[in-house]
């Protein structure tokens, strides 16, 4: 059973910085790597999008216009742990963000029907 644990939340003024983690649970040992990852965010009365994705090794990312140059998605495999740095923040960020897992480690895209695995969810607000 595999399990993904994001990191708390928090609040943040616009234009500061938070970083959000997500811990993979569960997995066999070594297999993280064989995993896509992705963050997607919901805000209240809206759909779930799209954020980032990495693919097994990190060499491949992709972000959705809407933070391309300010988010950063990033991952450890020998901690099983995928990141987001979030910079220059803005209100209109704010949402619960969810980690997702898919099981084909060079499948780096945004659809959340591709992604097999997902997190509970951490908050995110960016006060104006």
């Known amino acids: 059973q595999v399990t993904l644990l994001e990191s708390r939340g928090g609040l943040v003024q616009a234009g500061g910085s938070l970083s959000v983690s997500c811990v993979a649970v569960?997995?066999?040992?070594?297999?993280?790597?064989?995993?896509?990852m992705g963050w997607f965010r919901q805000a209240p009365g809206q759909e779930r999008e799209f954020v980032a994705a990495i693919g097994w090794s990190g060499g491949r990312t992709i972000y959705a216009d809407s933070v391309k140059g300010r988010f950063a998605i990033s991952r450890d495999n020998a901690k099983n742990t995928v990141y987001l740095q979030m910079n220059s923040l803005k209100p209109e960020d704010t949402a619960d963000y969810y980690c997702?897992?898919?099981?084909?480690?060079?499948?780096?895209?945004?659809?959340?029907?591709?992604?097999?695995?997902w997190g509970q969810g951490t908050q995110v607000t960016v006060s104006p």
């Open positions: 569960g997995m066999p040992g070594g297999t993280f790597g064989y995993y896509a």
């Open positions: 997702a897992a898919d099981y084909l480690p060079s499948n780096v895209g945004q659809s959340r029907d591709q992604y097999d695995f």
